[in-house]
């Protein structure tokens, strides 16, 4: 992580520099939360290009990357909403859609306990990325989840939105929300229990 770096007002923004030391990690926090390379790397082009255009407003109290994170996350959030209002998703979709995907998955497992809901998500992308092992495993588990439920985990847990905020970028009622949540956090924690804690005992 970059330290705190001062700016004097004639300082100019070095594009160049910015893809050589922020790059990868910004491509990789997009991917961690779109799920999809292109719009991964669409969306950290569209980060430079914004960050040059704000770069008179970077007061330099907090790292360039800190600084280009923030930009890049209401570039994925923008991104949620533009997709879910391009493609909306009444609730009987979305109904069908869980059916579906956790009929298959709880079959696999065999041994969910749906009276007692995971406690909530307190890990961040930074730590997720930073180590590139957890991230990996996490990353697996989350791929599977339906598309907008994936979305809806990571804007409640990771970016820590109000419910009333993620209903309103997904298109989805509040009771929906709660089922996606509770669902989300069941699967991950039974997949990461598998394939993380149990392999790091051995």
């Given at each position: 992580?970059s330290?705190?770096?001062?700016?004097?007002?004639d300082?100019?923004?070095d594009?160049?520099?910015?893809?050589?030391?922020?790059g990868?990690?910004?491509?990789?926090?997009?991917?961690f939360?779109?799920?999809?390379?292109?719009a991964?790397e669409?969306m950290?082009?569209?980060t430079f290009?914004?960050?040059?255009?704000a770069?008179?407003?970077?007061?330099?109290?907090?790292s360039?990357?800190?600084?280009l994170?923030g930009?890049?996350?209401?570039?994925?959030?923008d991104?949620?909403?533009?997709?879910?209002?391009?493609?909306?998703?009444?609730?009987?979709?979305?109904?069908?859609e869980?059916?579906?995907?956790?009929?298959r998955?709880?079959?696999?497992?065999?041994?969910w306990n749906l009276?007692?809901?995971?406690t909530?998500?307190?890990?961040?992308?930074?730590?997720?990325?930073?180590?590139?092992?957890f991230?990996?495993v996490?990353?697996?588990?989350?791929?599977?989840?339906p598309?907008r439920t994936?979305s809806?985990?990571?804007?409640?847990?990771?970016?820590g939105?109000?419910?009333?905020?993620?209903?309103d970028?997904?298109g989805?009622?509040?009771?929906n929300?709660?089922?996606?949540l509770?669902?989300?956090?069941?699967?991950?924690?039974?997949c990461?229990?598998?394939n993380?804690?149990?392999?790091?005992?051995?």
């Amino acid at each position: 992580m970059s330290t705190a770096q001062s700016k004097s007002p004639d300082q100019a923004p070095d594009p160049a520099a910015w893809l050589d030391q922020h790059g990868d990690y910004l491509f990789k926090y997009a991917l961690f939360r779109l799920r999809d390379t292109t719009a991964a790397e669409d969306m950290v082009q569209e980060t430079f290009l914004a960050a040059l255009k704000a770069y008179e407003k970077f007061e330099g109290r907090g790292s360039q990357r800190t600084w280009l994170v923030g930009i890049l996350k209401h570039k994925v959030i923008d991104h949620f909403r533009r997709l879910n209002r391009e493609v909306p998703l009444g609730e009987s979709d979305e109904a069908s859609e869980h059916h579906e995907f956790f009929e298959r998955t709880d079959q696999w497992t065999g041994h969910w306990n749906l009276n007692h809901a995971p406690t909530d998500w307190h890990a961040s992308p930074a730590e997720l990325i930073e180590r590139s092992d957890f991230w990996k495993v996490f990353n697996d588990c989350v791929a599977p989840l339906p598309r907008r439920t994936a979305s809806a985990f990571t804007l409640r847990e990771i970016d820590g939105l109000k419910s009333e905020e993620i209903c309103d970028i997904l298109g989805v009622t509040v009771n929906n929300l709660w089922v996606m949540l509770h669902r989300a956090r069941l699967h991950l924690r039974n997949c990461l229990e598998i394939n993380w804690f149990k392999r790091i005992e051995r």
